[in-house]
C-alpha cells in the first residue's frame, strides 16, 4: 500500500487499482475452486446415503439421495422434513393412515382405532411444498422418534425430524426412495466446508 497509515492499531493505506484488481480476481478464483470441491464432495462421495428411520421400535431402511434442493421444513416448528415414498412405509406407519392420506391432509372425517388415535394424532403434520407442475402441494408429515444418515461410514444421528409421504415414486429406476436436505447433516464435512465459505 502507499501512505501506510496505523489507526487504533491497524494498518491502513491506499492500493493501487491494479492491486485492487488482483485481489479481487483471485478472491473470486479461490470461491470458484472452494464451491466446485464442495460440489464434486456432494456429487461423487456423499451423493447417495443411507437412512435409517426408528419409529415405535421399528426401524426402516432405505436409500436416500442427499437433495441441495430439498428445503422443506414444518411451517409452525421449522423442523427439516425427509420426504419418502409411501410404499416403503408400510413397515414403520398403519395402513389407517397411508390408505387415507389424501383424506387426512383435507381435514375429513377419519376412522382410527384408539390406539392409532392416541399414538399419532398429535404427530401428523401438513407441509407445503413447491416442484415443477405443482406450485401449491401438500405433504402429509409424521414426526418420528429420530433418523439416522450414514455416510461414508460416518453417521449422523437427528432426533428432531419429519418424514413427509411422497405418494409417487422419486426415482424413475429405484436408485433411491428418499430425499435429504443439507440442513440434517449438521455434522458432516459438507456442512462445515458451506460454513466456511459463508464465513
Known amino acids: 500500500p502507499q501512505n501506510v497509515l496505523i489507526k487504533n492499531g491497524v494498518f491502513v493505506g491506499q492500493y493501487p487499482i491494479k492491486i485492487a484488481l488482483l ?3 483471485v478472491g473470486f478464483i479461490i470461491i470458484q475452486i472452494a464451491f466446485k470441491f464442495i460440489k464434486n ?3 461423487k462421495r456423499n451423493m447417495f446415503c443411507t437412512l435409517k428411520i426408528f419409529m415405535k421400535n421399528k426401524i426402516l431402511e432405505v436409500r436416500a439421495l442427499i437433495d441441495s434442493g430439498n428445503l422443506l421444513h414444518d411451517p409452525l416448528t421449522n423442523t427439516p422434513v425427509v420426504v419418502v ?17 389424501e383424506n387426512i391432509k383435507l381435514g375429513g372425517d377419519t376412522e382410527y382405532s384408539d390406539e392409532i388415535a392416541k399414538e399419532y394424532l398429535s404427530k401428523f403434520r ?5 416442484s415443477l407442475g405443482k406450485q401449491n402441494g401438500l405433504l402429509l408429515g409424521i414426526k418420528v422418534d429420530k433418523i439416522s444418515v450414514i455416510s461414508e461410514d460416518e453417521e449422523e444421528i437427528q432426533t428432531n425430524a419429519i418424514i413427509g409421504i411422497y405418494e409417487k415414486a422419486l426415482s424413475k429406476n429405484g436408485t433411491y426412495s428418499a430425499l435429504i436436505g443439507l440442513d440434517i447433516l449438521e455434522g458432516s464435512d459438507v456442512n462445515e466446508l458451506i460454513t466456511d465459505i459463508k464465513v
Do not use: H, T
Open 85 to 101: 415414498e409411501k410404499d416403503r412405509l408400510y413397515k414403520i406407519f398403519p395402513n389407517e393412515i397411508l390408505d387415507n392420506i
Open 23 to 25: 485481489s479481487g480476481i
Open 41 to 43: 464432495k456432494i456429487s
Open 126 to 130: 401438513v407441509v407445503p411444498f413447491s
